[in-house]
């Protein structure tokens, strides 16, 4: 989400939203929201990854002596749990918003990654696969955290959407902020 970027700028971070649709004419092209989950669910997952290690070269480059962090939501907070994944020693904090955790996953390739997982309540498809996160965590020995908003669906920090919670939104975002602010530099 750009606003989010925006957000993290305004607060004092360098910030990047990647539009991980690029190649295919960017997200603003598909005006069908299934038409752009279509288009993710076919692009090459590997692609995804690329990509945010190439916004990290490129946080990395405009900001040399500071340390690079990830977020994402949904299908995002599902790619950030994949970056971790394929390992990214520059990365310092990561924040998957409600994004399911890769089947079989491990995390020992991100050893410098301070992790909050943030979850909803009401979430059922991607909470499935939160104690697989929790394991994976501790089993690389990684900075964690992991929150679970109570009461709340998938999508609660969207502000465009029908599932947005204020209240809840308000707590994640000091909770986030407070995150980057204690481990990226």
Request: with cysteine; net charge negative; hydrophobic share 45%.
């Amino acid at each position: 989400m750009a606003s989010v970027a925006g957000r993290l700028a305004a607060a004092g971070w360098s910030a990047l939203a990647i539009d991980l649709l690029s190649e295919e004419g960017g997200t603003a092209k598909f005006t069908d929201p299934a038409q752009a989950t279509a288009a993710l669910n076919a692009a090459p997952p590997g692609r995804f990854v690329a990509d945010m290690k190439a916004g990290i070269d490129e946080l990395l480059r405009r900001n040399p002596g500071h340390t690079a962090g990830a977020m994402g939501f949904c299908f995002g907070g599902g790619a950030v749990w994949s970056l971790l994944a394929a390992g990214e020693p520059r990365l310092h904090a990561a924040v998957p918003f409600y994004g399911p955790f890769p089947d079989g996953a491990s995390l020992s390739g991100s050893p410098n990654a301070a992790v909050l997982g943030v979850y909803a309540q009401l979430d059922d498809r991607v909470n499935a696969s939160r104690d697989a996160a929790r394991d994976a965590l501790r089993k690389a020995g990684l900075t964690f955290e992991i929150v679970t908003y109570p009461g709340v669906n998938h999508a609660f920090f969207n502000d465009t959407g029908a599932r947005f919670d204020p209240e809840a939104a308000a707590q994640a975002w000091t909770k986030l902020t407070a995150w980057f602010g204690e481990y990226l530099t």
